[in-house]
């Protein structure tokens, strides 16, 4: 099934019916009814996209401009939902299951809470990849999120599993107050990463300061990481080979949680 947009949005288009799930088995009469709210009116999704053909092997496509849309496969479990443009705030929050990918840039909160799944974006996103939503502690649970390119601030925040990869660079307080997991940032991180973190791990392909709560281990070849940035690779980020098998820092913390953390910077050539 594919949805073209046709209306540009003049305020945020919450469109949570967007995904395989609630796609299923709908013509494009039924699906061209489902509900969205422009704002606080509720409109059909007919109003603002062109459904063509019915859903196949659980696919849907979106196409067009759709940075003021939010919410696309919220919850989805299964499927594989393929955005051909830029894409608002909460693409697949809260997701079990299934596959999204971007061909554009994603908003704020991409893959907030989720548990299970891919999300892969070609190009940047904004703050709070895999984060929890303000007044709760518990992030991504599960699954994984490949960005291609450059992320915002809070990356990881209150994760408890699961995979984050940025294959640029990363902002401020990556990983904060993260229970478990790995976060990946194949460029810089910024100030403060692993603030508040009890367990998990944040590995960064160039130096940073860190907090003086995180205290040095040692320099060592982490042989995990090895199999992580070999499957990165194989998901299309660009690992250069130096971070394959050459050393890294291994510093520990936060010192004021666990102390159960670890915040691994390469330590080689560049």
């Avoid at 969205?36 to 996209?49: I, N, P, S, T």
């Avoid at 490949?146 to 209150?158: F, K, L, P, R």
């Amino acid at each position: 099934m594919k949805l073209r947009l046709h209306t540009q949005p003049e305020v945020p288009l919450e469109a949570e019916t967007i995904s395989p799930d609630q796609l299923a088995g709908k013509s494009e009469a039924e699906a061209s009814a489902l509900p969205l709210y422009h704002g606080k009116e509720q409109v059909a999704l007919g109003d603002f996209f062109t459904v063509t053909g019915p859903m196949r092997n659980g696919a849907v496509e979106v196409e067009g401009d759709l940075s003021r849309v939010k919410l696309l496969g919220h919850a989805m479990s299964s499927g594989r939902l393929h955005i051909r443009g830029n894409v608002g705030a909460h693409l697949g929050a809260e997701m079990s299951g299934g596959e999204i990918a971007v061909d554009g840039d994603a908003g704020d909160w991409l893959g907030r809470e989720m548990s299970g799944g891919r999300i892969t974006v070609k190009g940047n996103a904004g703050h709070m990849v895999g984060g929890a939503v303000r007044g709760s502690a518990v992030g991504i649970q599960g699954g994984e999120i490949i960005v291609h390119g450059n992320a915002g601030n809070e990356i990881g925040h209150g994760m408890r599993r699961g995979l984050i990869a940025i294959g640029g660079d990363a902002g401020d307080f990556a990983g904060v107050n993260m229970k478990a997991g790995t976060v990946i940032v194949l460029g810089h991180l910024g100030i403060r990463p692993g603030a508040g973190m009890k367990r998990g791990s944040i590995v960064s392909g160039r130096n940073t300061e860190l907090l003086p709560t995180f205290s040095y281990d040692c320099v060592y070849q982490p042989t995990f990481l090895r199999y992580y940035l070999f499957y990165l690779r194989r998901l299309g980020l660009a690992v250069e080979n130096d971070y394959l098998s050459g050393p890294y820092q291994r510093w520990s913390g936060d010192g004021l949680e666990m102390n159960r953390g670890e915040i691994l910077l390469y330590a080689g050539p560049h």
